[in-house]
């Protein structure tokens, strides 16, 4: 292990916001268009105050989807999900965020922050040099009416060093998001596999390295359904959201030796017919990366939590990638229902 | 979607485009009228698709505009694809934007997202 690099493990925060239809609607939208009504001059200063800018986009009619110079930017009519990584401000944002959805007659709903753990906890700024400051800054910059909180690190026995983060705030105790997330962590990175994201001589920029690395590396067989947005770093790395109707996909890595590092994330229905299951999803994801080491956090909103498709998930990525479940923790969180934390290692190293 | 009706003002069938500025179609007959104007040609047809949600198409225009004024001798053509659906069908623009390269009528290339660099890449490829 390196003693300092680029920083893989990402913040994210999501916020949601009540359906307000009188004043938000749009006439050539069906669907009202709520918080993408945000101009982009108004998202870029927040982003800049988050130390990071846009390199790519893509929308359709259900949402937007930025790739940023650091991670990941969505952008729902009544939810927004930005996702940072390296040493980025990503908690700046709130308040501005909520300040442009209220000049749009929004009022948020619900607030949730998670993180897994840095690998270099030390390199990281204020506050995000301890969890308990983190939650400090992001309570006071949440209205009262998110009145139900919590906020718990979920540590793995066997290996306290890689726990998952959560603080949650609501208005109701009720989840109110249809979609499950799913939080795929990933470190040591197989080096063979890492290699397809460092860019090479010839290719012609960062867009159509970008695309060659999503067809080499099988990114783009994990749904064929979804667009890929996709762009690579100098001198590597390699970002992509996945956009198919109202779902998205984004993948991030960091593929030096010594800190490699790659997140899959997705929202996706549990009951998504032909549209490939989550275990299935999960297992081309992890596959082209080969990681010695994984986690899963899954947040399943306003799904009942179905122990089979936990059990699912571990069979299926112990029968194709050798790969077993050494903890499984799970909690309740107010407004984001159950979430569950798993870790994965190679079965024989 | 899209207007049929005639109007005094109508544009005349040889169309007016402006070089070196994004063309905004304001109705179907003049999509029509530049369309088969340009298949004579061995003349570079850009077909920029947008819509009124899509805030990376707004992100991109400032970028768009610029790059355009570097290309008098390509034709660029904002099409909206909910005044103009058929259109936005028949070249499968779901995903915003997208930038469809047409040469002699039929389509060679796209850029889909708000890429400048592949733009820039993808006009100097196919000009000539």
Known sequence: MAV?????????????????????TSTTNKSPMGLRLIDFESLDQVLTQVQCTV???????????YVLSESSLFVYPTKIIIKTCGTTQLLKSIR????????LNLTLRACRYSRGSFIFPKSQPFPHTSFEDEVVIVEDSLPKSLRHRKAFVMTPSNNPSRAWHVFTASADVEPDEPLVVVEVCMTELDPVNALSFFRRK???NNDSAGKEMTRLSGIDAINENAFVCDFAFDPCGYSMNGVDGDRYSTIHVTPEDGFSYASFECGLSLHDDGRGDIAEVLS????????????????????DYDREVTKRVERVLAKKLGLKCRSRLMDEFPGSGTVVFQSFTPRRR | MGSNVSSVHDVPSSTETKNGLVVEMESRRQWRSLFDSMKGSNKLLVIDFTAAWCGPCKAMEPKVKEIVSRYPEAVFARVDVDRFMDVAGTYRANTLPAFVFVKRGEEIDRVVGAKPDELVYKIETHRV
């Open chain 1, 4 to 24: 300092s690099g680029f920083e893989g493990f990402e913040k994210r925060l999501e916020l949601r916001f009540f359906n307000d239809n009188t004043t938000t």
């Open chain 1, 55 to 65: 390199v790519s986009a893509v929308a359709n009619h259900s949402f937007d989807a």
């Open chain 1, 284 to 303: 081309r994801a992890i596959d082209v990366f080969r990681p010695s080491c994984v986690s899963i956090a899954t947040t399943y909103g306003g799904e």
């Open chain 1, 96 to 103: 501005p965020f909520i300040h442009l959805a209220r000049t």
């Open chain 1, 202 to 204: 010839g290719d012609e």
